[in-house]
């Protein structure tokens, strides 16, 4: 029984005792939240100009610069070529005559 009575003392402390204040009251969780957001926000900002400098500085390194010397046009190779062989025409010049003894209608 004595183990009980010193138990029973003890909790009746503790249950008395305030409690600590809590450190994680709403306002300071959205707070945290909003700079954590900020923070992201920012370096991504960051990350992506940083991105674009980069590719920009690569191409101005890689990519070739204009010519030294003026480039001079080659010969043409465009070759006239006939369209047409032999008697052939384009359009017609008349209606070609009906063979002798071939049926004709007529309305």
């Known amino acids: 029984m004595e183990h009980e009575d010193t138990l ?4 009746s402390t503790l249950g008395r005792e305030v409690a600590p204040p809590n450190s ?9 939240g909003r700079a954590v957001r900020s923070r992201r926000r920012t370096a ?4 992506s100009a940083v991105a674009t400098a980069a590719v920009a500085a690569l191409a101005l390194a890689f990519l070739p610069g204009p010519p030294s010397t003026p480039v001079v046009p080659g010969p043409s190779l465009h070759t006239p070529s006939p369209t047409t062989t032999g008697d052939a025409r384009t359009t017609p010049t008349g209606v070609p005559e009906s063979p002798v003894g071939s049926p004709t209608t007529t309305r």
């Open 24 to 32: 994680h009251s709403a306002a300071g969780v959205i707070r945290r």
């Open 44 to 47: 991504a900002v960051i990350g």
């Open 8 to 11: 029973r003392a003890t909790f």
